[in-house]
């Protein structure tokens, strides 16, 4: 698809306060239940991170999105959409947000991480970590 999924590098901690996946820059992406029992995961096990752009939003209640504060480098109006690309660590992510979002390179913008659409690979080799 285009634009192409974003692929992060990631570490997954599973503790009292259940599965997390630890990113670049301190960002940290608490997986609910449900989502992680769909993965073969170990504690400290390194990950790549798969997010579709369409998984980074506006800031949604839904109940597996995780709320982030990211600093937008550039900004896409695309007509009915708008194209968001932040850093991770050396990683460019890019988002999907509505037309109507107004907002200037460099500032804060919150967003949603919809972990319903989680893929997770192994690091190692690039294998799906899906049961």
């Known amino acids: 698809g285009s634009p192409s999924m974003n692929v992060l590098p990631g570490r997954v901690v599973l503790a009292d306060a259940g599965c997390q996946l630890e990113l670049a820059d301190g960002i940290v992406l608490p997986v609910a239940p449900a989502v992680a029992d769909r993965f073969e995961l170990a504690h400290g096990q390194a990950v790549t991170v798969g997010l579709r752009p369409e ?52 500032q804060k913008l919150a967003v949603s991480v919809d972990m319903e659409r989680l893929h997770l690979f192994d690091a190692a080799s690039g294998l799906s970590l899906r049961k």
């Not at 007509?79 to 932040?86: H, M, S």
């Open 55 to 106: 998984a980074i939003t506006q800031r949604t209640a839904k109940p597996a999105s995780v709320p982030l504060d990211v600093a937008v480098d550039l900004v896409e109006p695309l007509g009915a959409e708008t194209l968001i690309y932040f850093p991770v660590g050396n990683v460019t992510v890019c988002g999907r947000v509505e037309d109507d979002v107004k907002h200037d390179p460099k």
